[in-house]
């Protein structure tokens, strides 16, 4: 039997988190928010797989 794995993207982990950061976020009701918030935890998340280190995502917050 052969198994083909995929490789995971460091692009994926950043959108679920940020995903599962919005969905947790009830307090804004407006799609536009919800887009914003969802686009900044993507670019939180690609600076912290970047710097390899929690100084930047926290300087770009």
Do not use: D
């Amino acid at each position: 039997m052969i198994h083909h794995t995929v490789p995971r993207s460091t692009n994926t982990r950043p959108r679920v988190v940020a995903a599962l950061f919005v969905l947790l976020h009830g307090q804004y009701k407006n799609w536009t928010s919800f887009l914003l918030l969802g686009c900044l935890e993507v670019i939180l998340g690609m600076a912290r797989i970047t710097s390899g280190g929690l100084l930047a995502p926290v300087l770009l917050q």
